[in-house]
């Protein structure tokens, strides 16, 4: 079932969407180089708490048999790695490389969901930062067809075909989402699909539109410790999203 949220849900929905916005503003200056995954998942969840949230993300059971929870407040996904990157002592930051993370936070009962990518340093090849930059345009890119008239499908679609025209893939196999009192809600939102598909967009709805996306070919591994998305084919790969609230008119981006 799709929620529909409130009036108080909504003021709930924007009060801890404020803080993941915070978040990143405090975390990104957090990230340099010579530092590992696991250090800057600590300073993450100091910033967390310090605002008054706590980690959405630690303890989280996907549900699949011999997947262990998720025990981290972040996600940091390094170059090659998509998503679920878990953060370890071993893996250090070098300028250049670029960084996805991913967090969801918990206030009063409500989860705000968003994902930045970052460059270590400041500077990166310009392949990677144009892939950076496709990967947050394809995110407004879609959200012009997020309000009432159009369909999920319709955002999709469009996420989609933005990244294909500019010479990119998106993954398939994990997708965006509902979010409110759970971190994830229907509807499903792929990266891909079809116009005109899909469930009518209503106000009220909040929804985590996410698109991953790849320099090279579409596939991707997961690796042993049951989490890690990596690309088969090595290339670089870059996360974006955001939660959002439908409206009578124009979506309203909460986590910005
Ligand atoms: N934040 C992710 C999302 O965008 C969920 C990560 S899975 C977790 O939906 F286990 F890390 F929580
Ligand atoms: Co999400």
């Known amino acids: 079932m799709v929620t529909i949220k409130s009036q108080r849900e909504i003021k709930l929905m924007e009060a801890v969407c404020k803080c993941v916005a915070k978040f990143y503003e405090l975390l990104e200056k957090e990230i340099k180089e010579g530092m590992s995954t696991f250090e800057l998942d600590k300073k993450a969840e100091q910033i967390m708490r310090n605002l008054g949230c706590t980690p959405a993300q630690v303890g989280y059971d996907p549900g699949i048999r011999g997947v262990p929870p998720y025990m981290h407040s972040t996600c940091i996904s390094v170059n090659d790695e998509v998503i679920h990157g878990i953060p370890v002592k071993n893996k250090i930051l070098k300028n250049g490389d670029i960084v996805s993370i991913d967090t969801v936070l918990l206030k009063d009962g409500f989860n705000g969901d968003a994902a930045r990518t970052f460059v270590v340093g400041g ?16 995110f407004f890119e879609g959200i012009k067809f997020a309000k009432p008239g159009f369909r999920i499908g319709d955002v999709s679609h469009r996420i989609g075909e933005f990244v294909k025209e500019n010479g990119y893939s998106v993954v398939r196999e994990f997708e965006g989402h509902g979010i409110g009192r759970e971190m994830h809600e229907e509807p499903e939102i792929p990266n891909y699909g079809k116009a005109g598909r899909g469930i009518r967009l209503e106000p009220g709805m909040t929804l985590a539109i996410e698109p991953m996306v790849i320099q090279g070919k579409p596939n991707i591994l997961e690796l042993d410790d049951g989490w890690t998305i990596v ?5 670089l790969a870059a996360h974006y999203e955001n939660t959002i609230l439908i409206t009578e008119n124009e979506p309203k981006i909460l986590t910005i």
């Open 123 to 138: 500077k990166t090849s310009k392949d990677a930062q144009r892939l950076i930059d496709v990967t947050k345009q394809a």
């Open 231 to 235: 690309t088969e084919d090595g290339s």
